[in-house]
């Protein structure tokens, strides 16, 4: 078994989950390198005691994330901190020759994730991936192996979304992540919106162009000191793209919602493929269950439901038939970068983490939503 040693910068709600992983790794058997965390960094030390408390491997905790980039026992390094911060620690991860897995959006604006990429472009030996669990849930991996098996015929519709509801509440208190300083202009977009291009552009479909409806809902909130401050980002983010299909030239619509107010959804993750030979379905609302027709000439249309349990693509102890969870979701996430960082490609195009590549294509589409927006028209996206 191959050890890679990481360090954890950002020790919150992330930091933790990936830890939590890292203590399970026996679950999957298959595996042949396993993650130890040797190091973590926090800008706040009160959250170090739940790490040594739990894991005897870590050495080193600081405050100071150059004096964990500088620790050699420090292979590879997992980033889960605001975005105003991305820019900076995600270059000095990678400059400092160390693989990075960093959270989401990968640069709070298009001109960090610019910055960005040119660290990664510089250090073409280093693993790099922005972390996206969603994918690895098994009914989304069928999906996955659809597409790859073409079975779709020439598609009519995408929609993917992500869907939040806690923002609903006036009284919620304000935090970062409703701060434009600390998450960005991009609002609901950063926060949730590589969660639904993964798949998308995994499959191929990129937006030629984006029509976009941003809205702030909720327009002031608690500060948490008995005052109200302003809250100035994007609440929901509505997208409608046009996507050119490579296999069949056609054009199709393809709706990209980002919604921290969706009444009655708590963290609903969905997509829907309509296709003209086939159509698939999912939501985390219903976890197990991947709906999907099939068609050909003369059918009944009629769609199936299919439980999925515990197929997973890295191999669970799990029984077969037990439900699958947002954290197993985080641990197959992990075994796919470990497995890449192993073998030097991922296991299949489906069960990959997202590239750099793929934020570079999210900054460029989320950019362009925000004009159509502010000039109420339709933006091309331009990929360079
Ligand atoms: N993949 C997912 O499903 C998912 C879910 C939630 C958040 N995220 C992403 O994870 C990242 C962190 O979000 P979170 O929910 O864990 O936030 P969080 O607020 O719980 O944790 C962020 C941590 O960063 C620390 N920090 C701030 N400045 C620092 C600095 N200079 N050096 C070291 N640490 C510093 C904070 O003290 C805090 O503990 C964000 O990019 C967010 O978009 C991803």
Known sequence: MKTIRFGIIGCGLMGREFASAAA???????????????????ANPTLFSWYTGNFSSITQTTADYSELLENPAVDA?????????????????????KHLMGEKPFGIDLAANDA??????????????????????????????????NVFGTIIEVNAAFLHSSDLDPQKPINWKRMVQFNGEYGCMGDL?????????????????????????????????????????????????????????????????????????????????????ASARFSTKNPKQLEFMSYSPGDEQ???????????????????????????????????FLFELEHGRPFSRFSGCATPEETALSHRLFTAALESHRGNKTVAVKFS
């Open 116 to 149: 960005i990429m040119e660290s990664v472009t510089a250090h073409p030996e280093l693993l790099v991936r922005c972390s996206s669990e969603f994918p690895f849930i098994p009914a989304v991996q069928r999906i996955g192996r659809m597409i790859e098996q």
């Open 77 to 97: 390094v997992y980033c889960a901190v605001p975005h105003h911060l991305h820019g900076e620690i995600f270059r000095a991860v990678i400059d400092a020759g």
């Open 193 to 277: 919106g590589m969660h639904v291009c993964h798949l998308p552009f995994r499959a191929g479909w990129v937006p030629n162009s984006v029509r976009a409806v941003l809205t702030n809902i909720v327009q002031e909130r608690p500060d948490g000191k008995g005052g109200t401050v302003p809250c100035e980002t994007w609440d929901n983010a509505t997208l409608l793209c046009d996507v050119t299909q490579q296999e069949t030239g056609s054009v199709f619509p393809m709706s990209l919602k980002t919604w921290r107010i969706a009444p009655g959804e708590k963290d609903t993750w969905f997509i829907e493929i309509l296709g003209t030979q």
């Open 24 to 42: 399970r790794w026996c679950h999957l058997p298959g595996m042949t390198s396993r993650p130890e965390i040797v190091a973590v960094c926090d």
């Open 302 to 336: 009629s769609w199936s439901v299919l439980d999925m349990g515990h197929e997973t693509t890295f191999p669970s102890i799990t029984g077969g038939i037990f439900e699958f969870g947002f954290p197993d979701s985080i641990l197959q996430m992990w075994a796919a």
